[in-house]
């Protein structure tokens, strides 16, 4: 390269009186040039030298030759030393590296770990970009293509995203936050809130689970009658009931890890999770059934290799409430393997139990989350006591007119 100065400006001469070579031949980085659907625009990279340091840079445009002109200018201001260095971070590489950096300072535990890893996946449409380069209309454009999907799932990337550009704007990354003025999408799907059994139906169940041979059937007995998580049944051992006190302790969950792999977590859902919940004789009888003659180890698997999950005790729990017609189709409401708790807590409420004893048996982090899943129970549990209270005043002849 020829460089000359006139005027406190430089002119670059890329002519050559060197006969050209192979070697010598400019080429558009490690590929070819590449349309970029979620984008629509092309891009293409280079690896650059740069304060001798290999730097690769992306460039984006609205056509191929756009994009390798300006892979073109890349390497002659790198080549002389003009290169304005920015920072090309992207939205997976920072995102990796805060869910990395929470999990080795033990501020999340392994399954919220697996759960944003595999939320970071389904960025997949913009998780390339760089921080830099996004736009508010980008994610905008990203999340109406993800408005079907659930609200739960819509929270999970809506809170990681916010997370890394704040992050982005701390480290000084981007001077500007796109998600600044984005507010929370709302899913399309219809909501149904998952609902108990009815006394009627809980009693069909029971009959069934205990004279047909139903797979799964003790777990799914044990949430009826305990209120734990499924999870967390198919994770008990025996070490963890004490039949003198008449308590079972929870401290650990069956979850699913990253890549599908399932594996005995040493903590439960929550922190509020670890727990002890107490039993009756008659809990006793059936837990001492559910061990058998084992000493030690998991009481519903074998070893760590044949963990039952959540999923299979699922899938024989749907087939059961098909194949024996349990459930009332006037009921409205969706019924699926959470509503085994559901039924637990709404005997509980209905049977004049307080909401915070109900927090504790449950596991549930704050009372609000118990208040909330339940209040139409609550509510309904309040007209009745109402109800009771009226008829008490009218029989002593107290009333308002």
């Known amino acids: ?94 995102a990796e590296k805060l869910i990395e950096e929470q999990f080795a300072l033990n501020e999340i535990k392994q399954t919220s770990y697996d759960r944003k890893n595999e939320t970071l996946k389904t960025l997949s449409p913009i998780y390339d970009i760089a921080l830099r380069e996004i736009t508010e209309d980008e994610i905008k454009r990203f999340f109406i293509s993800k408005i079907s999907y659930s609200q739960s799932y819509l929270d999970k990337v809506y809170q990681l995203l916010k997370v890394v550009f704040n992050e982005g704007m701390r480290k000084k990354i981007i001077s500007e936050n796109p998600m600044l003025n984005i507010r929370k999408p709302k899913s399309k799907q219809e909501l149904v809130k998952v609902r ?86 008659d809990m006793a009888d059936f837990l001492k059934q559910c061990i058998g003659d084992k000493k030690d180890g998991l009481i519903f698997a074998s070893s760590v290799d044949k963990l039952v999950t959540t999923n299979q005790v699922n899938y024989q729990y749907a087939n059961t409430l098909k194949k024996y017609d349990i459930l009332d189709k006037s009921v409205y409401g969706r019924v699926d393997l959470h509503s085994l708790r559901h039924t637990y807590a709404t005997r509980c409420i209905e049977s004049g139990m307080p909401a915070k004893v109900l927090q504790n048996l449950l596991g549930h982090t704050d009372i609000r989350i118990t208040l909330d899943t339940y209040c139409d129970v609550f509510q309904k549990y309040s007209m009745e006591n109402l109800a009771v209270a009226d008829s008490y005043m009218k029989s002593n002849n107290i009333a308002i007119v």
């Not at 209120?227 to 969950?253: P, S």
């Open 1 to 94: 390269l020829c460089f000359t100065v006139w005027k406190g400006m430089v002119f670059i001469n890329t002519k050559s009186t060197k006969p050209k070579s192979k070697c010598n031949k400019l080429d558009y980085g490690d590929g070819s040039v590449y349309y970029v659907k979620s984008r629509k625009c092309f891009a293409g990279q280079i690896t650059l030298e740069i304060n001798g340091e290999k730097k690769r840079k992306t460039a984006y445009g609205k056509t191929e030759r756009i994009v390798k002109n300006k892979l073109f200018e890349y390497r002659i201001q790198a080549k002389a030393g003009l290169f304005d260095e920015v920072d090309n971070t992207t939205i997976y590489e920072l």
């Open 196 to 281: 108990a059994l009815t006394v009627d139906e809980q009693k069909k169940l029971i009959d069934v689970l205990k004279s047909e041979d139903i797979r799964y059937s003790e777990q799914m007995l044990l949430s009826m009658f305990t209120g734990m998580r499924m999870g967390e049944i198919n994770a008990l051992e025996v070490k963890d009931i004490n039949f003198n006190d008449r308590t079972i302790k929870i401290c650990k969950t069956v979850s699913r890890g990253l890549n599908g792999k399932t594996y005995i977590s040493g903590s439960t859902k929550t922190k509020a999770g670890m727990r002890t919940i107490y039993f009756n004789d």
